[in-house]
């Protein structure tokens, strides 16, 4: 319970910060609309008696009777001041930062939390709500102090009847609250419990969406048993669902009689005490209008807190994620390496590293030296740690043990986007942007420089490719958008490829680059980038193609995590070790 108001006044504290106008205009207008009902009952009032006295003659009366009717309209207009400027601008406004504040932290958010599957699925939530459910949160938190405020001062005047009048009109809803209370929590805890269920329910809907699992699960004829367990799941949260209803609404029915009986009771006791005495009609029709006033406001009070506390469920992993600590830790003045030829040195010093306390390390004291211009080819067995080493040269983590120095420098103290600006990398899920070809290829660059643009293609091998499109350069790729042109496995991957040869990096990292290019396709490229990475270039390759590898001027063998061999392609067929094994296996099917 502490929780969750603590994400409640969390969120209105963000909607005050981004929205801070219109959020103010918010919390003023309820609080003034849930007003105006008792002023319009004591207008009322003053009516009445003034009507009771000398029967409406007076210019008094008339005045009253102008007030109650500017009231009533005030009241109208209020309402649509609220909806223009603060109903609908907050939203909007709240819509769009929510939004953005998400997306931007997720492109800021340290690589190693999208490989933890608490956060990926905190991600996920917070993407189906954070657009609509703060701005639904703030405005029933504002209605719950609008409530509570108008209560707490219809029970100071109702205090003036008869000490014992609040307290027993408040001992009247306390059964609504207790059961608000529970009622609130079988809601949630349904949902709590639907967490993992929930996530598999969007996961398995998110296949359907997915035209490559789509032709998978037609062709394994699976589609009749994956609904079976959708409807499944989806039966299992209507029943907790239906269960939870038909409990709120019996307890509802109860807590209102119990609440209705006790107001009666109230009723009778204010009319008791007065005895003999009479009341004039105004004065009881205010009178009836406070306890109205009263037990409305305090019963929507629960209403309201019941609806912004199951809002905080939803967005738990929104502040979470919006709190999260960087993983990695840079200096508050960090390095830029002084170095001469401008082409990076990188050292690995007995580095090892596991991905959590709890697992295995999966890099053990690896110690190896990358010269600035070396041709490196990296091999192993699938995972033997080829793509952690390059997380971790890219410190996307930080090694357990020992350390990694560029130039000299511990990568720790290392200024990372200077880091970034030197390196290029292609990993071995590569990203199909549909974007154009030229924002595919000069991704980032918003004025993409043709001759580097031409370069790019042509070492990758797309020149003619690009040449058939219709609108060529300017091609939309993939399906998304109207017109795209999808390509085929192979041709995406060369247009990654040549994404990272557009910035052409003085170090090069490739995993995988070529594993869904053809074999001629393959060897052009490897010439052009042989060609291109010379003296003045490093490259680092991690591929199972020996084709690949064998032209690299020095191989690295990892194997479970340590460097096993190292050496050229015949030094190391020499040795007879696990390259050797590997190689002439490979090889054995092509003979
Ligand atoms: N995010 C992660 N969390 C925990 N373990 C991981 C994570 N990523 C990889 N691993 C484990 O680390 C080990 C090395 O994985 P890595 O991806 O580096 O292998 P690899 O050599 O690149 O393999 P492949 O040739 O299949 O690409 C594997 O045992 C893998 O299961
Ligand atoms: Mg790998």
Redesign the pocket.
């Known amino acids: 319970m502490k929780k969750r108001l603590k994400i409640a006044f969390q969120i209105l504290a963000y909607s005050f910060r981004k929205a801070p106008f219109q959020t103010s205009i918010l919390l003023i207008t309820h609080v003034v609309l849930n007003f105006v009902p008792l002023a319009v009952a004591y207008a009322f009032k003053l009516l009445l008696n003034s009507y009771n006295t000398n029967l409406g003659n007076t210019q008094g009366f008339v005045i009253l009777l102008t007030a109650y009717i500017t009231l009533l309209g005030l009241q109208k207009f209020i309402s649509i001041f609220r909806f223009i400027f603060s109903d609908s601008i907050l939203r909007w406004k709240l819509q769009d930062a929510t939004w953005y504040d998400f997306h931007q932290k997720l492109f800021n958010l340290d690589i190693g939390y999208f490989?933890d599957s608490d956060i990926v699925n905190a991600i996920s939530k917070t993407r189906q709500h954070v657009v609509w459910r703060p701005v639904r949160l703030v405005i029933h938190l504002l209605n719950c102090v609008a409530f509570i405020v108008v209560a707490v001062f219809s029970a100071v005047i109702i205090f003036k009847y008869g000490s014992l009048i609040p307290l027993i009109l408040v001992l009247s809803l306390l059964p609504k609250f207790l059961a608000s209370l529970k009622y609130s929590e079988a809601q949630w805890s349904v949902l709590d419990s639907g967490s993992e269920p929930y996530k598999r329910l969007w996961y398995l809907a998110g296949l359907a969406t997915d035209p490559e699992s789509v032709k998978e699960i037609k062709i394994f004829g699976v589609s009749g048993e994956l609904m079976k367990i959708i409807s499944g799941i989806q039966k299992s949260f209507y029943d907790k669902n239906m269960h939870a209803t038909i409990r709120y609404s019996l307890s509802n029915f109860v807590t209102i009689c119990i609440q209705y009986g006790l107001t009666f009771f109230a009723l009778t006791l204010y009319l008791f005490n007065k005895g003999q005495s009479p009341i004039s009609v105004g004065e009881l029709t205010f009178f009836l209008a406070l306890i109205f006033a009263f037990s409305s406001n305090v019963n929507d009070t629960l209403d309201e807190a019941g609806f912004f506390m199951e809002e905080t469920l939803y967005l738990e992993d929104f502040i979470k994620l919006l709190n999260l600590p960087p993983l990695i830790h840079s200096l508050q003045d960090p390095v830029i390496p002084n170095n001469q030829s401008g082409v990076p040195i990188i050292e690995f010093k007995n580095v090892s590293f596991k991905?959590?306390d709890s697992?295995p390390y999966?890099i053990k004291n690896v110690s190896l030296k990358i010269e600035h211009g070396e041709n490196i080819a990296l091999v192993?067995?699938?995972?033997?740690?080829?793509?952690?080493?390059i997380k971790l040269l890219l410190r996307f983590y930080d090694v357990t043990e020992g350390e990694i120095l560029v130039d000299g420098e511990n990568i720790k103290n290392i200024k990372l986007d200077w880091w970034y600006s030197q390196v290029g990398a292609l990993f071995?899920h590569f990203i199909r942007y549909n974007f154009t070809v030229k924002e595919s290829i000069a991704f980032g660059d918003n004025n993409p420089d043709s001759q580097k643009l031409a370069r790019a293609v042509e070492l990758s091998g797309l020149t003619q490719l690009i040449e058939n499109l219709p609108l060529k350069y300017d091609q939309h790729l993939g399906t998304q958008f109207y017109q795209g042109h999808d390509l085929s496995g192979g041709e995406w991957q060369k247009v990654a490829l040549a994404r990272a040869f557009y910035r052409m990096p003085k170090m090069l990292i490739l995993?995988?680059p070529t594993s869904a290019i053809d074999a001629n396709a393959e060897y052009e490229i490897f010439k052009n980038i042989n060609n291109e990475y010379k003296d003045d270039k490093t490259l680092l390759i991690?591929s199972?193609r020996f084709s690949t590898v064998r032209m690299a001027e020095r191989i690295i063998v990892?194997d479970k995590?340590a460097v096993e061999e190292s050496g050229t392609h015949d030094q190391l067929l020499a040795l007879k070790g696990l390259y050797a094994e590997m190689f002439l296996r490979q090889a054995e099917g092509y003979k």
């Open positions: 490989e991905y959590k697992l999966v192993g067995e699938n995972g033997s740690g080829k793509s952690t080493l071995q995993d995988e991690v199972h990892l995590g």
